[in-house]
């Protein structure tokens, strides 16, 4: 099992930019799929982004091509989610996840996919 906790959250002017880091304890970080999610008020969880555990192959939906960027270090146990160019819409709780059976590559988009959860940064971005 992994416990994951992320941090970096907070408030931010439309424009600008924040880093989101996930720590995970616990065995097999390496083997694991990571991805970020995250879930506004009144809406679905959405797929913001994920890295595979063989080779960092990464994944975003075209909505956030070119604005945010995920990445790993496994010698540290931690995910990285770096957001630029932030917009209101982008106001929600981030969430880190972790697919402990990973299938294929690139990595899962879909939430069903990943089994371990963090609680959750808040992200807010103000215009």
């Known amino acids: 099992q992994v416990q994951l906790v992320e941090s970096g959250g907070g408030l931010v002017q439309a424009g600008g930019s924040l880093t989101l880091s996930c720590a995970a304890s616990g065995r097999g970080f390496s083997d694991y799929d990571m991805a970020w999610f995250r879930q506004a008020p009144g809406k679905e969880r959405e797929f913001v982004a994920a890295?595979?555990?063989?080779?960092?192959?990464?994944r975003y939906p075209d909505s956030k091509k070119g604005r945010f960027t995920i990445s790993r270090n496994n010698a540290k146990n931690t995910v990285y989610l770096q957001m630029n160019d932030l917009k209101p819409e982008d106001t929600a709780v981030y969430y880190c996840?972790?697919?402990?059976?990973?299938?294929?590559?690139?990595?899962?988009?879909?939430?069903?996919?990943?089994?371990?959860w963090g609680q959750g940064t808040r992200v807010t971005v103000s215009s």
């Open positions: 890295i595979s555990w063989k080779d960092n192959v990464t």
């Open positions: 996840a972790a697919d402990g059976e990973p299938f294929g590559s690139p990595p899962s988009p879909s939430f069903r996919d990943y089994e371990y």
